[in-house]
């Protein structure tokens, strides 16, 4: 249908500037739904070169924005304390979640919005520290870092942890009995949708937080998921990952095309280096095991796709799809974590899983050294590592009418970002007290720019730390300490952005002034 030509073109651009800079007036709020998947390699989503089927989440990218350059902080609790605070991780002690610090709960609940979390909380399992306790109205999920997908409340088994229970609750009340045919991925599909229905019908405007655990181990997936994938990974890890490659530079995904870095095998004692397997040289039942593995991890993937795909209907059914920032990301890089790090551990392993298929709710798989890391083409390392493999996430932002449909970003962005962006969404501020508490100074800075289309004034200086790993990004210079070589390391991302070409000889006098401004934020967050 054409309009009508009563207003001048000039005129239409004032109209639609106005009203896309009141859209954050109160009564124009939008809803936020915040989706954080766990352990989720770089290159594991279609949109960023993946082979497994995630069609909403590719959906989700075609019509919003794809960042390249997005961080989070190597490993789950970080991630997520970070994340929920704007504020860098403090690890010196604990709990990670003080009363100095606000959650996004808190800060959008005060700003009038109605909240919930479901799934992996991952901070603390007790008063004060659960999600209900701090800000969230409503919870539903596992309050530890991960649990049986059929059924929460099994044991672990004693070669991971000693054999320890895992918390799972629905608000204040626990829950210690689980259906047959339960899948947590499905479960926390299932809780979001009917919250979002119940805040659709409200008044007021939503914050919905999803935390899914997939695909972090166990490997426990629905067979007819699997069978999706079976034989499609007989080739191995390098092939899966140059074929990633070849996408990403299909889909154009990156500026200019990262070298794919090469298998790298263990240098040193820390506790997460490990070497690369030599496919063909293994045995061909390990082969087939190992095969197995990502045939059950990529089902996973595809399970929890398809309930975003859920999730996003709902927001359709409800009406509240337009007026709805949707983000997506991971909260650290693909996982290669394997059971060795303790003597007679990696035999407990092998014995707990003996004659039990990859995948079933019974055993204790993990997706292991050599798919963890090829999952994050075409970065080094992976989760627990700060170089790229280990920090570097997907993030999909969806906002109809304000994001450009099937629009990349090149601009940095980190998840001390999210307080700051979702508080200007709110058309809140970020308080200097909260329940008689001096709260520390925000760290993140909004990303409503880079929403908008245009070049944000970022971050001067990024920095990690976790295990004995250590970086610090400025501009496109970053530099890196790996725990188990301890030196420092230069690279520029513009050029290298696959950390292959070591540039620490050739700039000392950078490479010492960027260690003591890491050393300068380390004992500043600490303190």
């Known amino acids: 249908m054409k309009l009508p030509r009563l207003i ?47 069609p909403h989440l590719d959906r989700l990218a075609a019509d919003g924005m794809r960042f390249t350059q997005f961080y989070n902080c190597a490993v789950c609790v970080t991630t997520r304390s970070a994340l929920l605070t704007g504020l860098y991780p403090r690890q010196a002690r604990r709990p990670r979640l003080r009363t100095n610090m606000l959650t996004l709960g808190e800060a959008l609940r005060r700003a009038g919005y109605a909240t919930s979390l479901t799934g992996k909380w991952h901070l603390g399992n007790q008063p004060p520290l659960r999600p209900i306790d701090r800000g969230f109205d409503e919870y539903y999920g596992v309050l530890d870092g991960c649990c049986n997908y059929f059924n929460p409340a099994k044991q672990d088994p004693v070669f991971y942890n000693g054999g320890r229970f895992r918390a799972f609750a629905q608000n204040n009340q626990r829950i210690t009995e689980f259906p047959k045919g339960y899948y947590t991925t499905d479960a926390f599909s299932d809780h979001a949708i009917k919250t979002i229905k119940q805040f659709a019908n409200g008044e007021k405007p939503f914050f919905v937080h999803l935390c899914y655990t997939a695909p972090h181990f166990p490997l426990h997936a629905f067979k007819a998921d699997i069978e999706r994938y079976r034989g499609k990974y007989s080739a191995g890890y390098l092939k899966m990952r140059a074929q990633r490659h070849q996408r ?149 932002v969806r906002w109809p009418g304000k994001v450009a449909r099937g629009s990349i970003t090149h601009q940095v962005g980190h998840i001390i970002d999210f307080m700051p962006t979702l508080l200007e969404l709110a058309n ?90 890491w050393e300068a934020w380390q004992e500043k967050i600490e303190k």
């Not at 239409?12 to 800079?21: I, K, Q, S, T, Y």
């Not at 245009?454 to 250590?470: A, P, V």
């Open 428 to 517: 809140s501020d970020y308080p200097r007290e909260f329940n008689g508490n001096t709260l520390l100074p925000v760290e993140g800075k909004s990303l409503l720019p880079v929403f908008q289309g245009k070049q944000r004034d970022g971050h001067k200086s990024l920095s990690w730390e976790l295990f004995g790993n250590r970086a610090i990004r400025q501009g496109d210079w970053k530099l890196v300490w790996g725990a188990s070589e301890k030196q420092w390391e230069l690279y520029d991302l513009k050029a290298d952005r696959s950390e292959t070409n070591n540039l620490a000889a050739k700039f000392p006098e950078r490479v010492t002034q960027m260690a003591r401004d």
């Open 8 to 54: 001048s073109t000039p005129l239409l651009m004032l109209l639609a500037f106005v009203c896309f800079n009141t859209s954050l007036s109160a009564a124009e709020r939008p809803n936020v739904l915040l989706i954080l998947c766990d352990d989720l390699g770089f290159s594991d989503l279609g949109s960023y070169g993946g082979e497994i089927q995630t």
């Open 248 to 396: 990403q530079a299909d889909l154009g995904l990156f500026a200019a095309l990262p070298e794919l870095s090469p298998a790298e095998n263990k240098k040193g004692d820390y506790r997460y280096d490990y070497d690369v397997p030599d496919w063909d040289a293994l045995p061909d039942n390990e082969r087939k095991r190992e095969e197995a593995r990502m045939e059950t991890y990529a089902a996973m993937v595809d399970r929890m796709d398809r309930g975003i795909g859920r999730v996003l209907a709902a927001l359709d059914e409800a009406g509240v799809a337009d007026n709805t920032v949707v983000m997506f990301l991971s909260d650290n890089g693909g996982c290669a974590s394997w059971p060795s790090g303790r003597p007679g551990q990696e035999a407990g392993f092998i014995k707990y899983n003996r004659d039990i298929p990859v995948g079933d709710g019974r055993g204790y798989e993990f997706v292991g050294k050599g798919w963890g890391w090829a999952q994050n083409a075409p970065f080094r390392q992976f989760k627990t590592w700060c170089y790229e493999g280990g920090i570097a996430t997907p993030m999909i």
